[in-house]
């Protein structure tokens, strides 16, 4: 079992950035690659990003290629999300999800083994 815990989300004007954290409770380096994925108002669940166990392949939706980067830190089990130039199209709940023996290439939501509670992105115009 992991828990996993997002932070970082708020309120930022069109063209600013955030950085979102996923806090692990358990070492996932190695075990587990570790996705973000949106959730709009009326729309389904979409993948945003995905970073293999080892943090050595990354894998994005073309909405958010070249404005958002995908990282972790092993020691700190946390991953990132840095987001630059916002717009108000990313506004979205933003999960973070553990695929166990996956790969940066999954982005379908239903491979994910544990999610994060989501921390709300607004981006205004």
């Known amino acids: 079992q992991v828990q996993l815990v997002e932070s970082g989300g708020g309120l930022v004007q069109a063209g600013g950035s955030l950085r979102l954290s996923c806090a692990a409770s358990?070492?996932?380096?190695?075990?587990?690659?570790m996705g973000w994925f949106r959730q709009a108002p009326g729309k389904e669940r979409e993948f945003v990003a995905a970073i293999s166990r080892t943090g050595s392949i990354t894998n994005y939706a073309d909405s958010v290629k070249g404005r958002f980067t995908i990282s972790r830190v092993s020691a700190k089990n946390t991953v990132y999300l840095q987001m630059n130039n916002l717009q108000p199209e990313d506004t979205a709940v933003y999960y973070c999800?553990?695929?166990?023996?996956?790969?940066?290439?999954?982005?379908?939501?239903?491979?994910?083994?544990?999610w994060g509670q989501g921390t709300q992105v607004t981006v205004s115009s």
């Open positions: 358990k070492r996932t380096s190695g075990t587990y690659a």
């Open positions: 999800a553990a695929n166990r023996f996956g790969s940066a290439a999954t982005t379908a939501g239903g491979l994910y083994d544990y």
